[in-house]
Structures are given as C-alpha cells and as structure tokens.
C-alpha cells in the first residue's frame, strides 16, 4: 500500500547502460492513476562538494576542462564517494587533496542537496573546509584536467553573480554559504 497518493509503484528495474561513474536505470512504473509506463534515470554514488577556505579566508578554486559544455570550467573541488569511504568528511578530505593538493584543519558540514530529482537519484554533500594549506601535489583522475588557482571570497561571489562561474554546485555551495554560513543560528557569515 503506498504510504502517499502520489507515490508510483516500481513493478520492475533494469540497469540500460552502465560505465564507470553512473549507470542508466530504467524502471517500469505503474502511477497513481493506474497507467503503466517506463521511467529512467541516472543513478551515481553520492558526491561531496568542498567550499575550502585558506587561513586568510580566500578560496582554493579549480578550473577544469568540462568536456561535456567544451569549455573550463571554474568553481570548487567534486567527487564521488568510493566504497573505501569511512564516513563524508574522508570523502570530502580525499577529494579536496586529490584536486588541489591542499589539507584542511577542520570541515563543516554545509548542506545536502538532490541537485537535479527528477533525473538522477544523485546526492550531493557540501562541507566547508577551514585553514586549508597546500601539502602535497595533485593525485588527479586519469581523466581530469585541472588548475588550481586561489580566489577572494568576494571575488568569487562576483564571478558568479556575473555569470564567469557556471559550475552549479559550486554556485549553490557559495550561495549557501553566503546565506547562512555553516551555523544557521548565527548572523555572522
């Protein structure tokens, strides 16, 4: 019995195409009215998003090919969990040293956000990473191509209000955090 009258009830799912990354599911669903019909989807790992912040309050930025809009791309450290993964935060530590080469002395949760449900099941955990120092060089991916490069907190927040930053996650991640900060009790951000 469906818990809400809008619920759809899934009679079957399949994996359509799988690779490294994501696969694309398709589901056969029967919908509240009782029609019968297909539905696919992305479905990935969740990922973790990294504001990091230096001891002077600048952020370490990554710009990065996208070949998916042809162009770099600027905005923070991203990745994927990895079933190694023992909780977020060493997801979000791995991910900002692999990326830039940079440690945090402490990480904050921000948010957690579904970037884009009504395609993809993807979960997408924001920290804010404070004291950050570069320590070690980059690890990238076989398949990324990136630049580090540090930024103003102002200077970001105008990039992206003047649309030089497109990169979603990292314009939620900056709006969030020039919103509420990491303690939404407090005036100060």
């Not at 359509?16 to 696969?23: I, T, W």
């Not at 923070?76 to 997801?91: F, I, R, S, Y």
């Amino acid at each position: 019995m469906p818990t809400d009258s809008l619920e759809w009830e899934t009679r079957d799912r399949r994996v359509a195409y799988s690779c490294p990354g994501f696969d694309v599911v398709n589901e056969s669903v029967r919908l509240p009215d009782g029609t019968e019909t297909d539905f696919d989807y992305l479905s990935e790992p969740a990922s973790v998003c990294v504001l990091p912040l230096t001891p002077d309050g600048d952020v370490v930025c990554i710009d990065e090919w996208r070949q998916a809009v042809s162009r770099v791309s600027h905005g923070l450290p991203v990745g994927g969990t990895e079933p190694e993964d023992d909780d977020l935060e060493a997801a979000a530590r791995r991910e900002l040293a692999e990326e830039t080469g940079h440690e945090a002395d402490e990480l904050e949760p921000l948010v957690t956000v579904e970037p884009a449900n009504g395609i993809a099941d993807a979960v997408l955990h924001f920290f804010v990473a404070r004291g950050c120092r570069p320590t070690a060089e980059q690890r990238l991916d076989h398949n990324e191509s990136i630049r580090v490069r540090t930024r103003s907190l102002e200077a970001l927040t105008d990039a992206v209000a003047d649309g030089e930053v497109r990169d979603g996650r990292t314009v939620l991640a900056l709006s969030y955090y020039r919103l509420f900060g990491t303690d939404r009790d407090s005036d100060e951000v």
